[in-house]
């Protein structure tokens, strides 16, 4: 497999360093509880560094994409283009987006979100990162897995694949429907395990995703993986990334 396998960190510095050895990249959360002005940008690149790895970002979980407002709308485009801009300057190398909106079931809102996602992504290449938009249609302001899917090829948009979040949405069918219509714009994937129950973001195996599935669309994926696993333990977070490469070998 020729794809850059990391980890997601939330917003601390502490985690990141704590585990993030061994992975080739930090998908490090900003703009949500932690303001980008609040990082040790200094302490970031130290850390970093003495492991080796590179930088994603995630762009804030809980900021909708587009309103029925324009000036609202347009606070948005500047509030993401600033933190796009920070993290540029700090060399990361891609951007996730949660694809939601006020509404996400009014359809006379999904061409605003087409404008909005398409000015983001701009903004990020303008910023040297590659903007990916991430399916979260199982939440409330979440676009459905189709809809994201059509706006994503639409503005030409590569998306994050949360392999759970589809699940959570429309379980191993979801998945697969979505990777067989779509999967040749997934650059970057968020991979853990989950329940349909309501436990999310386990290690992969300790749930129901068939990662089967995924591998029979994504065999030899050249893109970026980020484990998202919610644990501080090593051997969990490991074995979940020796997990996820096995099942994106190329001949699996």
């Known amino acids: 497999m020729d794809a850059d396998v990391g980890l997601t960190v939330g917003d601390s510095l502490d985690r990141l360093a704590a585990t993030v050895d061994g992975f080739d990249f930090a998908e490090l959360s900003i703009g949500d509880g932690t303001s980008a002005a609040d990082l040790d940008e200094n302490h970031l690149e130290s850390i970093l560094s003495a492991s080796d790895a ?30 796009l801009d920070w993290a540029g300057g700090l060399g990361a190398d891609k951007a996730v987006l949660h694809g939601t909106l006020r509404d996400p079931h009014d359809t006379d809102l999904r061409p605003v979100f087409a404008d909005q996602l398409s000015t983001i992504a701009a903004a990020s290449d303008n910023a040297g990162i590659e903007l990916v938009v991430e399916n979260v249609g199982h939440q409330a302001r979440g676009l459905p897995l189709s809809v994201l899917g059509d706006l994503a090829r639409q503005t030409e948009t590569a998306v994050c694949f949360d392999v759970g979040h589809a699940y ?43 990662y089967d599935v995924v591998a ?20 969990l977070l490991g074995d979940s990334a020796r997990r996820a490469r096995s099942h994106l070998e190329a001949d699996s």
């Not at 191993?172 to 853990?192: I, P, T």
């Open 216 to 235: 029979d669309h994504l065999g030899g994926f050249s893109g970026t993986v980020a484990v998202e696993v919610f644990t501080d333990d090593l051997e």
């Open 168 to 210: 959570m949405e429309d379980g191993n069918d979801g998945v697969d429907r979505f990777l067989s219509g779509w999967g040749d714009l997934v650059s970057h994937l968020h991979v853990h395990d989950v329940r349909s129950r309501g436990d999310t973001h386990l290690p992969i195996g300790a749930g129901e995703i068939n």
């Open 54 to 83: 590179d930088l994603c970002v995630h762009l804030p979980y809980k900021q909708v994409v587009a309103t029925p407002s324009p000036e609202i709308n347009e606070g948005i485009v500047d509030y993401m283009t600033r933190l």
